[in-house]
C-alpha cells in the first residue's frame, strides 16, 4: 500500500514570498491533516478536512495561512505571504475515517521550509 | 485539548526492556491512548493503541493503569533502530484529534 505522499521535500524561500505544499493522501482515506513541527517540539494541527469539508481549523493562522482539499482527494498548504517563524517542517496525514478513535493516522514524510 | 507528561528523555542498552512513562491526567472515559514515534527526519508513526487493557502488537507492548491516568509503553528489546521521539497521546472529542507534547527522546546504546 503506498503511503502518504508530500512534495516538495525541501523548500527555502525569502520573508514574505508565497509557497505551497502538496499532499497526496492514502487512497480511500476520508480524513486529511497538516500538521507543523517546529524544531524541538511536537506536531501541531493546523487544519483537519473530512473529504472536501473543513473540520478543524482551530489553530490554522488564517490572515497567512490557507488549505484547501478539492476533489475529497489532494490537498495543498499556502503560505502568504512567509515570516521567519514559519520557518518548520509541515506535516501531512491521513486516516480511513474521521469518527473513530481507533483509526490510525499515517503521515507523510513532511515537507522542511526555511524561510530567510 | 487533552494533555499528557511524560520525561524529556530515556536511554537504554541494546537488547534490553525499555518502559515509557506517560502521565494522561486529563484522559476522559471515552478516549483512546495511543502512541507514536518519530525517527530523525521522518513523519511519526503508529505504534499501539489502547481503551483498558493492555495490549500487545509486533512492535511493542501497552500497559494502561487502572485509572487509566499513566500508561507505559514497553518495548521487549531495544534495538538501534528504536532511537527515536517517542508520542504519548489521547484521542477523543468530537473529532478524534491527537495532540501532540514534545515526546520522550529515547536513546538505545550499542
Known amino acids: 500500500e503506498a503511503g502518504v505522499a508530500q512534495s516538495p521535500r525541501y523548500k527555502i524561500i525569502e520573508k514574505r514570498q508565497s509557497v505551497a505544499f502538496w499532499c497526496n493522501p492514502i487512497s480511500g482515506h476520508a480524513t486529511l491533516y497538516w500538521y507543523q513541527q517546529i524544531l524541538g517540539q511536537g506536531p501541531k494541527l493546523l487544519i483537519q478536512?473530512?473529504?472536501?469539508?473543513?473540520?478543524?481549523d482551530s489553530q490554522l493562522p488564517k490572515d497567512r495561512f490557507s488549505a484547501e482539499r478539492l476533489k475529497g482527494v489532494d490537498s495543498t498548504l499556502k503560505i502568504q505571504p512567509a515570516k521567519l517563524e514559519d520557518s518548520a517542517v509541515y506535516l501531512c496525514a491521513s486516516r480511513l475515517t474521521g469518527g473513530k478513535g481507533t483509526d490510525t493516522q499515517y503521515f507523510g514524510p513532511g515537507t522542511r521550509l526555511t524561510v530567510l | 485539548d487533552a494533555k499528557t507528561t511524560q520525561p524529556n528523555s530515556m536511554e537504554s542498552n541494546e537488547e534490553e526492556p525499555v518502559h515509557l512513562p506517560c502521565n494522561h491526567s486529563t484522559i476522559s472515559g471515552t478516549d483512546y491512548i495511543h502512541w507514536y514515534r518519530q525517527l530523525p527526519s521522518q513523519g511519526p508513526e503508529y505504534v499501539i493503541h489502547g481503551l483498558t487493557s493492555n495490549v500487545n502488537n509486533r512492535m511493542a507492548s501497552l500497559a494502561i493503569a487502572e485509572d487509566r491516568k499513566s500508561s507505559t509503553l514497553i518495548l521487549h528489546r531495544a534495538t538501534l533502530r528504536d532511537a527515536a521521539v517517542y508520542y504519548c497521546l489521547n484521542s477523543g472529542g468530537s473529532n478524534y484529534k491527537l495532540t501532540f507534547g514534545k515526546g520522550t527522546l529515547l536513546t538505545v546504546n550499542p
Open positions: 478536512f473530512q473529504n472536501n469539508g473543513v473540520v478543524d
